[in-house]
């Protein structure tokens, strides 16, 4: 557990005012209790850990259960509004923000979305279902995404319409060329 508060601690630049910290430690704390094989020893903790929760969602409006499966460098970049199943999958470098849900499609039918690596998921944006989103991917602000996104794509509407996501340096040069006249650049 400490290891992982650690790694948090520097995810979040060592900011302790930081809502997003708080909740990765309370988290932290909820995937550690089960640790303990005693029953007697869990149950305490157990409760402390649904007072702690519950302390966590009033203060901050996030819902992120101890049962979902999150990466390195998870990163909630602004707080409130933000619900997560528990049966939500996360890979390495995951940024969300404020107002995302990420969850079941339908009530009593399983399936939470699983989520790759280094994927920005904009303010407001819902995934719904067990759909996959690739790695290097980016979910844009109130995005509803309701299909599997292959790497490398932006999801950006409602319903969300999934483009590749281009490479970013040669667009720049392409810009950059056409703006200064060179002819042909741009075809």
């Known amino acids: 557990m400490f290891e992982h508060l650690r790694a948090d601690w520097q995810t979040y630049e060592r900011d302790i005012w930081r809502q997003g910290l708080w909740v990765m430690a309370v988290y932290r704390f909820g995937q550690w209790r089960y640790g ?24 901050t409006g996030i819902e992120l259960p101890c ?4 990466g390195k460098r998870f990163r909630i970049d602004h707080f409130g509004g933000i619900i997560i199943s528990g049966d939500a999958e996360f890979g390495d470098d995951v940024v ?51 299909t599997d996104v292959p790497s490398n794509s932006v ?27 060179n002819p042909g650049a741009g075809d």
């Open 36 to 59: 303990f094989d005693s029953r007697l020893v869990r149950a305490p903790l157990s409760f402390l850990y649904k007072l702690l929760r519950t302390l966590s969602q009033i203060l």
């Open 96 to 146: 969300i923000r404020n107002g995302v849900t990420i969850g079941l499609r339908r009530t009593g039918i399983r399936g939470a979305p699983k989520i790759g690596n280094r994927v920005d998921i904009g303010a407001g944006a819902v995934i719904l279902g067990a759909i996959t989103i690739g790695d290097d991917c980016a979910i844009g602000a109130n995005a509803v995404v309701l």
């Open 155 to 181: 999801a950006v509407g409602v319903p969300a319409v999934i483009k590749p996501r281009g490479n970013r340096k040669a667009e720049l040069a392409q810009v950059l060329a056409v703006g200064l006249g």
């Open 67 to 70: 049962e979902v499966k999150l």
